[in-house]
């Protein structure tokens, strides 16, 4: 069974069939990210978009373990110049199958800058099919209607940002999950900092009031298995 680990803010590692999958690797400076993240092992490493916190700690992990970076064509060209050997560009509405299952890239409203001002792309959020489960990271995006058709297939998860001021809040993510029709909404992007402080029960009771959708509120380094 595939299962997502929470690594604090949007960071997940994702396990299937012993390789490790790591979804915006953000550890350095992320205050939430528990104790032994940074030794994780990746074969694979898949970014929704340029920003620090997502981006984080993508070349410096993939120099180390030979890890291949999946992302938008601008991204890992920007990754390749830093050095990262092992790159698949994708970009958004491309998929690829990959040896741990399929990854493709959907629209997100956003930005996409890196720290030092270069290009980044258009952000995206990542639709994974892995091990007959079908997976959403909407990763740093305002709740838009189109939802509804990367719900169409059918989702076993959805990992939501709540956090407000840069990303949706609790009640657009609440309208977000009533589009994508989920079975369980994984809540992130909240409580890093200050600014993006959100209380996880309360969107949990504004979700399962209102939609079918159950919401799993994890704790950094919990581990949610794909039913
Ligand atoms: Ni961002
Ligand atoms: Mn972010």
Redesign the pocket.
Known sequence: MATLTFLGH?TWALETKGTTVLIDPFLTGNTQAPPGAAELRPAFIIV???????YGDTAELAKRTGATVIANFEIVNYAQKQGVANVHALHIGGGHTFPFGRVKLTPAF???AFPDGAYGGM?AGILLEVEGKRVYDA??TAVFSDMRLIGEGGLDVAMLPIGDN??MGPEDAALAAKFLGARTILPQ?YNTWPLIAQDPQAFKRRVESSTESRVQVLKPGDTFEIR
Do not use: N, Q
């Open positions: 949007a929704t978009h340029a920003h620090g916190d997502h956003h930005g996409s952000p990763g740093d840069f990303t992007h």
